[in-house]
């Protein structure tokens, strides 16, 4: 390690710098290649997969992620794939899947922008000023561990001469513990690259490697949390009030995702928030994540049933040792409620895990639902970092780009609103839309502001 962190300093950076700005982007037999157009992902779905192996990337960066993504919420006429990569030769040692979005107006560029696919999605590229990070939850860079440094300092240079000749480029949802933050930040924070860091999201997770067993594990949970979850687990047992199906073929998948749909609406669309499955898009994500995750062994999705049928659902994926609690649905008004049928599927998840050979975590993903401290006091967390390069346009592209990013937030604000009248509606009906809705967001906003005190 000190071998390599003496050898990246070999070159000034201004003869680096230099060399890049004459297309000389290699550095000790490395060389950076970039991956445009949907033509991408067959190029290199080999490679990405056994990278994503390879370096214990989490599910969201898997090429079965990003290209089930990309086709539900990436294409769309301003946008394109935008695949970095780093080669040893033959050998591939990095991969950052960006794709690009543009605003244009008269077939002028007024904006690019670029991010890790997974993140953002928005149905309109055109107004893209505004963020909007997405449904995955971790994101990163794919780096061969013994190249780290080299790819830090590459991506540093590549960012500080805007190599790739992006307006703005983002990273959504990278982990305290992802190569950006641990490799890539600490090395730009020692150049005179600007940038923006925000943190984003809370992530719980737990770790398994501290447990031997169930029991042990309990034990070492916090007192009121031990009781909760042992008098859920007393209702598990044969002569309790529900029970716990585990899917095991694909019929039995099939059949639970139905369930777990119905149940999940149910329970938002009566808060009075749409609910995830009311994209369109999101429900194909989900199907067809479902059915690469059952064929390869990904797949954990079980459900509690009561005396009066399904009565929970969790879905979870299992990639390189982790399993990931994606999304579950649960009726609230079913008679084994109180007994929080739905922790129970975790419970039972974890129970499992414990006995699998090689997992060591379960991630409960972003969010600091109280639940999830039943269960862990660890955490991470996520961050947005963000380059925006200095605008030399003309004053009028600039005042047009100021004119469409108050249509965007209107744009983004309408529809939202028009999702939540229109749950109102269905719930209520179309003569109590307008006071149900009223009364949602007063309730949303006191909520809001009791949260912020």
């Keep these: 390690m000190q071998l390599l962190q003496f050898q990246e300093e070999i070159m000034s950076d201004n003869e680096y710098v230099s060399n890049v700005k004459q297309g000389k982007f290699a550095e000790y037999g490395?060389?950076?290649?970039?991956?445009?157009?949907?033509?991408?992902?067959?190029?290199?779905?080999?490679?990405?997969?056994?990278?994503?192996?390879?370096?214990?990337?989490?599910?969201?960066?898997?090429?079965?992620?990003?290209?089930?993504?990309?086709?539900?919420?990436?294409?769309?006429?301003?946008?394109?794939?935008?695949?970095?990569?780093?080669?040893?030769?033959?050998?591939?040692?990095?991969?950052?899947?960006?794709?690009?979005?543009?605003?244009?107006?008269?077939?002028?560029?007024?904006?690019?922008?670029?991010?890790?696919?997974?993140?953002?999605?928005?149905?309109?590229?055109?107004?893209?000023?505004?963020?909007?990070?997405?449904?995955?939850?971790?994101?990163?860079?794919?780096?061969?561990?013994?190249?780290?440094?080299?790819?830090?300092?590459?991506?540093?240079?590549?960012?500080?001469?805007?190599?790739?000749?992006?307006?703005?480029?983002?990273?959504?949802?990278?982990?305290?513990?992802?190569?950006?933050?641990?490799?890539?930040?600490?090395?730009?924070?020692?150049?005179?690259?600007?940038?923006?860091?925000?943190?984003?999201?809370?992530?719980?997770?737990?770790?398994?490697?501290?447990?031997?067993?169930?029991?042990?594990?309990?034990?070492?949970?916090?007192?009121?949390?031990?009781?909760?979850?042992?008098?859920?687990?007393r209702e598990m047992a044969p002569e309790g009030c529900f029970s716990i199906k585990k899917c095991e073929t694909w019929d039995d998948v099939e059949k639970a995702t139905e369930s777990l749909i119905r149940l999940h609406q149910d329970r938002w669309n009566k808060i009075g928030f749409p609910g995830v499955f009311h994209d369109d898009r999101f429900t194909g994500f989900f199907k067809e994540t479902l059915r690469y995750a059952f064929d390869n062994g990904w797949l954990w999705f079980s459900q509690a049933e009561d005396e009066e049928g399904v009565c929970a659902c969790r879905m979870l994926l299992r990639y390189n040792n982790r399993y990931f609690d994606y999304i579950s649905g649960f009726d609230d008004e079913s008679p084994s409620s109180k007994y929080r049928p739905g922790i129970a599927l975790l419970v039972k998840l974890i129970e499992d895990a414990l006995e699998e050979e090689g997992v060591s975590h379960v991630e409960l993903?972003?969010?600091?639902?109280?639940?999830?401290?039943?269960?862990?006091?660890?955490?991470?967390?996520?961050?947005?970092?963000?380059?925006?390069?200095k605008d030399d346009q003309k004053m009028s592209k600039k005042w047009t780009r100021s004119a469409l990013t108050a249509i965007a937030m209107f744009y983004k604000r309408a529809r939202a609103e028009t999702k939540l009248m229109k749950v109102q509606k269905e719930n209520r009906g179309i003569f109590q839309m307008i006071p149900q809705y009223l009364l949602f967001r007063w309730n949303s906003y006191k909520i809001k502001r009791n949260s912020s005190n």
């Design 30 to 233: 490395l060389s950076i290649e970039i991956y445009e157009g949907e033509n991408a992902f067959d190029q290199l779905a080999s490679d990405w997969i056994d990278l994503a192996r390879q370096t214990d990337a989490m599910v969201c960066m898997t090429y079965e992620w990003a290209r089930t993504w990309w086709k539900y919420f990436g294409k769309n006429s301003q946008r394109s794939p935008y695949i970095v990569t780093v080669w040893n030769g033959s050998k591939i040692v990095a991969l950052a899947p960006f794709y690009k979005g543009v605003t244009k107006l008269n077939g002028n560029v007024l904006e690019s922008r670029l991010q890790l696919i997974g993140s953002g999605g928005s149905e309109n590229e055109q107004l893209g000023y505004l963020d909007d990070y997405g449904i995955s939850d971790f994101l990163d860079i794919l780096v061969d561990e013994k190249y780290r440094f080299h790819v830090a300092r590459i991506f540093c240079k590549a960012i500080g001469v805007n190599y790739f000749e992006a307006d703005k480029i983002t990273f959504h949802q990278a982990r305290d513990d992802s190569f950006i933050m641990k490799y890539f930040l600490p090395r730009l924070k020692k150049t005179n690259v600007e940038y923006n860091l925000e943190k984003t999201d809370t992530c719980p997770f737990i770790d398994l490697s501290r447990h031997e067993s169930m029991k042990g594990y309990i034990k070492k949970l916090k007192s009121n949390a031990r009781r909760r979850i042992k008098k859920t687990r």
């Design 365 to 389: 993903l972003r969010g600091e639902e109280g639940y999830k401290y039943d269960f862990t006091k660890d955490n991470l967390s996520n961050w947005k970092l963000t380059f925006t390069y």
